[in-house]
């Protein structure tokens, strides 16, 4: 008899667990959403990265959302939150819409969550997106404008963390504009992969080194060159700093992975 109850205790116990796995939509709370617009490299693809500011239990929730091609723009209908069983983490409910790669132009933009329709635009130029969108308690637009990356621009950042390093960062900008690396001014904006400030600076950061600086670069010569130059560095100083460089073809060069 004993075994009988075990058993159905087990029973009972293994349906919870399915039934926490299975993916249920939210029908309540879930309001606000904070969205950060990017442009994919090097597919130069228009997209709007989405995440509810309530915090789950669980992660990999996810923002049910659908849309198409509207007259003059788009229609984006938000029905809700499909939630998951996963217990691994904490996180927000996310998804990505990806437009695709956006001629010049005002598009007009239509969200639509339960009975309320918000409404604003978007305005692409060649050098930056705008978003342009009526207050509201629900949609967040985190960062517009938003400065486009031009074509032959690479950047990133050397880290170290003694003093004395210096005068070898200094050497190793030397060579890379020696490379064919030019420096020019680029307009002041958020470019999401960096940003310049006012005076037409990079802005720094550390990202966890004691010293730290980036950089951005026009740079037209062939990247694979890139490659081999961060390989001859890292061999030689791969203890003393540590050196990231991107394109705008979409392509990382780390120090730390020679």
Same mark, same amino acid.
């Given at each position: &008899? ?12 293994? &349906?919870?667990?399915? $039934? ?5 939509? /939210? ?14 490299? *090097? +597919?130069?693809? #228009? ?6 500011? %309530? ?13 198409? %091609? ?16 996963? &217990? ?36 692409? #130029?060649?050098?930056?997106?705008? $978003? ?5 308690? =629900?949609?967040?637009?985190?960062? +517009?404008?938003?400065?486009?990356? *031009? ?15 210096? *005068?070898? =960062? !200094? ?11 030019? &420096?020019?001014?680029?307009? *002041?904006?958020?470019?999401?992969? #960096?940003?310049?400030? %006012? ?16 950089? =951005?670069?026009?740079? /037209? ?10 390989? !001859? ?9 540590? $050196? ?15």
């Amino acid at each position: &008899m004993y075994a009988r109850i075990l058993n159905f205790i087990l029973i009972l116990l293994l &349906m919870v667990v399915v $039934i926490s796995c299975d993916s249920v939509k /939210s029908k309540g709370g879930d309001a606000e959403i904070n969205i950060r617009i990017y442009e994919e490299l *090097p +597919s130069r693809n #228009f997209q709007m990265h989405l995440s509810t500011v %309530k915090i789950y239990n669980q992660s990999g929730h996810q923002i049910d959302v659908i849309w198409h %091609k509207a007259p003059m723009g788009f229609d984006f209908t938000f029905k809700g939150v499909l939630k998951h069983g996963r &217990m691994d983490a904490f996180g927000p409910a996310t998804a990505t819409i990806d437009l695709g790669v956006l001629n010049t132009g005002t598009y007009r933009l239509i969200f639509r969550k339960g009975q309320n329709i918000h409404l604003g635009k978007l305005d692409v #130029f060649n050098d930056q997106y705008t $978003i342009n969108f009526n207050s509201n308690p =629900v949609f967040n637009f985190l960062n +517009s404008p938003l400065n486009r990356i *031009p074509d032959h621009t690479i950047w990133g950042l050397v880290g170290y963390h003694r003093e004395e390093t210096k *005068p070898l =960062v !200094q050497s190793f900008f030397s060579e890379l504009i020696e490379l064919g690396a030019i &420096m020019k001014p680029f307009a *002041p904006g958020n470019y999401n992969s #960096f940003e310049i400030d %006012k005076n037409g600076d990079v802005v720094n950061y550390n990202a966890g080194y004691r010293f730290s600086q980036a950089f =951005v670069f026009y740079y /037209s010569e062939d990247t694979s060159e890139l490659d081999n130059f961060l390989k !001859q560095w890292s061999y030689l100083h791969s203890e003393l700093m540590s $050196i990231s460089i991107y394109t705008d073809k979409g392509e990382a060069f780390l120090s730390w992975m020679y």
